[in-house]
C-alpha cells in the first residue's frame, strides 16, 4: 500500500524545503539548518495540519549538496522515521528543483569553483522524468536546451510525490550525493 501522509524534508540547498503531497514551505535558512530545522518542522507540521503520528513516510531530497547540509536532513529525516517507526526513502534534489515548472527543464545548483551539477528533465503531469544522468559542469558550459532553473529551492510536493513513487517502486534508505 503506498503511503498518503508523506513528509519530506530537503538541506541540500540554501533553503529548507518542507513538504507533504498538498502543502509546502521553503525557508532560505544558508547555513543555518541545523539550529532552525527542528523548530520549522514544528510549525510546519501544525500549520499543514499533520500530526506527527500521522506521517507514514519520511523523504530525504537525496543532493547533490554540500556534505554538512545534507548530514543534517538525512540525520533528521532518519530520527524522525525511527522515532514514527516508519519508512525513510530519499529522492533527487534536481527532481524536484526541476518539478517547478513543465516541459524540458535544466536543473542547475552551484557547485564549487564555478561548477554546477546540472540534469535535464522533461516535466509532465506525472512529474520530473530525467533525460540523463546529472553531471558536473563549468557554470558557463550550461547547455542553452531547456527552461534553466539555476539555485532554485526544490519543490517540497514534488519531493514528497517523488519520495512516495519511489517507495512504491520498491526504493529504501538514503543515497546521498555531496558536492
Not at 530520527?79 to 516541459?103: E, F, I, K, M, S
Amino acid at each position: 500500500m503506498e503511503p498518503v501522509n508523506v513528509l519530506a524534508i530537503d538541506t541540500a540547498t540554501p533553503y529548507l524545503v518542507l513538504g507533504t503531497a498538498s502543502y509546502e514551505r521553503a525557508l532560505w535558512r544558508g547555513r543555518r539548518h541545523a539550529e532552525t530545522l527542528l523548530g520549522d518542522l514544528e510549525e510546519f507540521l501544525e500549520a499543514a495540519g499533520l500530526a506527527r503520528e500521522e506521517i507514514e513516510l519520511v523523504c530525504v531530497g537525496e543532493g547533490p549538496g554540500s556534505y554538512t547540509g545534507l548530514r543534517v536532513g538525512a540525520a533528521a529525516g532518519m530520527g524522525l522515521a525511527r522515532a514514527l517507526n516508519v519508512p525513510l526513502v530519499g529522492a533527487p534534489t534536481l527532481a524536484a528543483v526541476a518539478a517547478r515548472r513543465h516541459g524540458r527543464v535544466r536543473a542547475a545548483l552551484s557547485a564549487r569553483s564555478g561548477h554546477v551539477y546540472t540534469a535535464l528533465y522533461q516535466v509532465g503531469p506525472a512529474g520530473p522524468a530525467a533525460l540523463g544522468e546529472p553531471v558536473k559542469l563549468e557554470t558557463a558550459a550550461l547547455p542553452d536546451d531547456a527552461c534553466l532553473l539555476i539555485d532554485q529551492p526544490p519543490s517540497g510536493i514534488a519531493l514528497a510525490r517523488l519520495g512516495a513513487a519511489a517507495f512504491a517502486a520498491g526504493k529504501r534508505g538514503l543515497n546521498t550525493v555531496y558536492l
